[in-house]
């Protein structure tokens, strides 16, 4: 016999309903050759209220590619240009036609700065272009300004 429910659980039932509907998961993938980097990376968005459940890490493109799946979940991608087996453009270019239906945002963190590289990056649609090396506080004010961490513009 099925279970009867009161009108509050019913209500409570709906309402947990609603929220897992409305949730849309944030995964944020790291991807250097540099463990270091990975980890300080890390443990900026740990401290900064982001779950560690979400936080993945990758050292190439492959691995990288690897981690993303279709669905209802939105990325955040932090790469390096210079990667093992290709470079970052040519890893958004893939991401990008692999999964063309997945919301995935890119924030270039590397020691490459060079202009050309942050004009080639802002036209395929990199939200972030952060200079290798960072310190804790800039890598907090840049995240802010783009919106992944609180408190941006």
Same mark, same amino acid.
């Given at each position: 016999?099925?279970?009867?429910?009161?009108?509050?659980?019913? @209500?409570?039932?709906?309402?947990?309903?609603? @929220?897992?509907?409305?949730?849309?998961?944030?995964?944020?993938?790291?991807?250097?050759?540099?463990? !270091?980097?990975?980890?300080?990376?890390?443990? /900026?968005?740990?401290?900064?209220? /982001?779950?560690?459940?979400?936080?993945?890490?990758? !050292?190439?493109?492959?691995?990288?590619? !690897?981690?993303?799946?279709?669905? @209802?979940?939105?990325?955040?991608?932090?790469?390096?240009?210079?990667?093992?087996? /290709?470079?970052?453009?040519?890893?958004? @270019?893939?991401?990008?036609?692999?999964?063309?239906?997945?919301?995935?945002?890119? /924030?270039?963190?590397?020691?490459?700065?060079?202009?050309?590289?942050?004009?080639?990056?802002?036209?395929?649609?990199? &939200?972030?272009? &952060?200079?290798?090396?960072?310190?804790?506080?800039?890598?907090?004010?840049?995240?802010?300004?783009?919106?992944?961490?609180?408190?941006?513009?």
């Amino acid at each position: 016999m099925a279970k009867k429910y009161t009108l509050d659980e019913l @209500e409570e039932i709906d309402q947990q309903f609603k @929220e897992l509907v409305e949730m849309k998961t944030q995964y944020y993938i790291l991807v250097d050759k540099q463990l !270091s980097t990975r980890k300080a990376i890390a443990n /900026i968005l740990k401290n900064n209220g /982001i779950e560690v459940d979400f936080i993945l890490e990758a !050292s190439d493109a492959y691995e990288t590619t !690897s981690k993303i799946e279709n669905g @209802e979940k939105e990325y955040f991608v932090f790469t390096e240009l210079k990667l093992p087996d /290709i470079d970052g453009f040519k890893l958004i @270019e893939r991401i990008r036609k692999k999964f063309p239906d997945v919301s995935v945002k890119f /924030i270039i963190v590397t020691s490459d700065a060079s202009k050309q590289n942050f004009v080639k990056s802002t036209k395929m649609g990199a &939200i972030g272009f &952060i200079k290798k090396p960072f310190s804790p506080d800039e890598m907090v004010e840049n995240l802010k300004k783009i919106g992944i961490l609180d408190g941006g513009n």
